[in-house]
C-alpha cells in the first residue's frame, strides 16, 4: 500500500505549519512546572524525576529525527510527518484521559 501525503497546499498553510511547530516544545516546560508543583515536599524525589524527565527526553528526541526525518525523504518526510501526527495524537488523547482521571479524584 502506498500512502501519499497531501502537498498541493498553500505556501500560507505550509509557513503556518513550519512556525506553528515551536509549540511542540511548550509541553517539556509546562511538565517541569507541573513536577515541580505535585513534589514540592519532598527535593530529593523532585531531583530525581527532574533528572529522569530531562534524561528520557533527550535520549529520545536524539534519534528519533534521524529515524523518522531521514534526509532521503525530503521534502516530503511520509514516516516524520505520521510519526509527529501519531505522536500529537497520543498526547491530546492522553491529556484528555488526564483530565478525566483527575476531575475523578475531586
Not at 6 to 18: L, Y
Not at 67 to 74: F, G, R, V
Amino acid at each position: 500500500m502506498d500512502f501519499q501525503l497531501i502537498w498541493d497546499v498553500p505556501d500560507g498553510a505550509k509557513w503556518f505549519a513550519f512556525c506553528s511547530l515551536g509549540w511542540s516544545y511548550a509541553l517539556s516546560s509546562s511538565l517541569y512546572g507541573w513536577v515541580n508543583n505535585i513534589l514540592r515536599d519532598s527535593p530529593e524525589t523532585r531531583s530525581f524525576t527532574l533528572v529522569f524527565i530531562n534524561i528520557m527526553a533527550q535520549s529520545s528526541t536524539a534519534w528519533t529525527n534521524i529515524l523518522t526525518y531521514p534526509t532521503t525523504e525530503a521534502p516530503r518526510f511520509l514516516k516524520g510527518y505520521a510519526f509527529s501526527f501519531s505522536m500529537s495524537t497520543s498526547l491530546i488523547i492522553g491529556v484528555h484521559l488526564l483530565n478525566l482521571y483527575l476531575k475523578r479524584e475531586k
